[in-house]
T-cell receptor, first 110, second 117 residues
Framework: KQEVTQIPAALSVPEGENLVLNCSFT??????LQWFRQDPGKGLTSLLL?????REQTSGRLNASLDKSSGRSTLYIAASQPGDSATYLC?????????FGQGTILTVHP | GAGVSQSPSNKVTEKGKDVELRCDPI?????LYWYRQRLGQGLEFLIY????????KSGLPSDRFSAERTGESVSTLTIQRTQQEDSAVYLC???????????????FGNGTRLTVT
């Protein structure tokens, strides 16, 4: 059974700082690893998807890495902005099912 | 273009009543997923559909929960004899066909907030 863990549970940083969110998973037989953001009262918005054969994906100020052997993924956010404040969720897809971590609540203060 | 649509957005019901939650996926998406998110907690997988079939129902919490999908489109999640512990946001997501869904991101609706009093 896939289990996904995210640390830290919450993070508060000043605007402009670079930061890293961590995600670990127990079953390395994943098809992909996905990162999402969730704003209060909203659904999830897909940020990045890393296929099992890939090591990283980049979109703008976001970079996500995947290391299947160690069961880890990181989301790097460069030059953080107050608009980045949200809950960030990672999920691993195994056999059609996407299992999520508990999320990291990010607050970027001006 | 239309995204995943869920209705109602909010539902308040009395304990013991039945409720139906609806999900309209993105047109052409054959994979459809239901998740539950309790207050302050992560997403809990309930069930997913490939077309009208549900290969994995392992996440349904009890036999009070059921889901169906018709026409490879709309899905309905039904909760019978609701309990206070059922209070949560129920999220629906869709993605393209199974062959590519493993490497296609999920598109989520805004959810239905269910409150059982």
């Amino acid at each position: 059974k896939q289990e996904v863990t995210q640390i830290p549970a919450a993070l508060s940083v000043p605007e402009g700082e670079n930061l890293v969110l961590n995600c670990s998973f127990t079953d390395s037989a994943i098809y992909n690893l996905q990162w999402f953001r969730q704003d209060p009262g909203k659904g999830l918005t897909s940020l990045l998807l890393i296929q099992s054969s890939q090591r990283e994906q980049t979109s703008g100020r976001l970079n996500a890495s995947l290391d299947k052997s160690s069961g880890r993924s990181t989301l790097y956010i460069a030059a953080s902005q107050p608009g980045d404040s949200a809950t960030y969720l990672c999920g691993g897809t195994s056999y059609g099912k996407l299992t999520f971590g508990q999320g990291t609540i990010l607050t970027v203060h001006p | 273009g239309a995204g995943v649509s869920q209705s109602p957005s909010n539902k308040v019901t009395e304990k013991g009543k039945d409720v139906e939650l609806r999900c309209d996926p993105i047109s052409g998406h054959t994979a459809l997923y239901w998740y539950r998110q309790r207050l302050g907690q992560g997403l809990e997988f309930l069930i997913y559909f490939q077309g009208n079939s549900a290969p994995d129902k392992s996440g349904l919490p009890s036999d009070r929960f059921s889901a169906e999908r018709t026409g490879e489109s709309v899905s309905t999640l039904t909760i019978q004899r609701t309990q206070q512990e059922d209070s949560a946001v129920y999220l629906c997501a869709s993605s393209p066909s199974l062959g590519s869904s493993y490497n296609s991101p999920l598109h989520f609706g805004n959810g239905t907030r269910l409150t059982v009093t």
